[in-house]
């Protein structure tokens, strides 16, 4: 008995070769030239401030590490 592919999904069927997104595909991208006017200082940007919780637990895992050297 021979198998036959007919009937069979063609996994290629509907797609044209590269992704939109694929590189070299011709979408451009853009640099904006930034004003040395408008700039804003480093200090002056909006920082991110730690996370509590996480500020918390990295203290007490330092402090459980320097009481368990102690030995």
Known sequence: MARTEEGRDDPSA???GAS???PGTGVKSHTV?????????AEELPQASPVPDVVKTLKE???KEKDGNRH
């Open 14 to 16: 509907g797609k044209s």
């Open 20 to 22: 939109p997104s694929a």
């Open 33 to 41: 030239d930034a004003d040395p006017d408008t700039r804003i200082p």
């Open 61 to 63: 895992d330092r402090s």
